[in-house]
């Protein structure tokens, strides 16, 4: 039901989560993973907003309409741990969580996902748009070390 991939979609995601990689992830990128779900920096930043986090689940779901509650409350309690690592972490003033569905909605990726955002005062994330160039694995590891760090010093449950 409402779903816009093509027949021969190859999703970036399902690879991803399962173990491959590509020219914009690596599995460098996870900064949290159990059996549902995957947390990873991005690869693609907005100029003021660096290191977001994306979380998808391991299934492959295309939107919020496919996704079971299961999934949503497992996505949503790591939305939320990324959240207070961000702040402990990147010493952010805020959070933003974004996710869309269909191409009216802004979605690029057939496969669910939820962006979290490390918010600063006028950083203008709204108003921005994403850098035209993917970030390079030796900018976003750092990142993805940093939070990595946290998760394993706050023992968050991970596989």
Not at 62 to 77: F, K, M, R, T, V
Not at 80 to 109: L, M, W
């Amino acid at each position: 039901m409402f779903n816009h991939a093509p027949n021969d979609y190859a999703c970036p995601f399902c690879l991803f989560v399962q173990g491959g990689e590509s020219k914009y992830n690596s599995q460098h990128d996870i900064v949290y993973q159990d059996e549902l779900v995957t947390a990873f920096v991005s690869p693609r930043w907005w100029p003021n907003n660096p290191g977001n986090v994306i979380i998808v689940p391991h299934r492959h779901y295309e939107n919020i309409y496919d996704l079971p509650s299961d999934y949503a409350h497992c996505i949503q309690d790591i939305a939320r741990e990324v959240a207070i690592a961000f702040k402990e972490v990147y010493k952010c003033d805020g959070v933003s969580t974004r996710q869309h569905n269909e191409p009216a909605g802004g979605q690029d990726v057939w496969h669910y996902h939820l962006h979290v955002f490390p918010r600063y005062e006028g950083d203008n994330l709204y108003q921005s748009f994403p850098l035209l160039e993917f970030v390079p694995l030796e900018k976003r590891i750092v990142y993805a070390e940093r939070l990595r760090e946290y998760f394993s010093l706050k023992s968050v449950k991970q596989v």
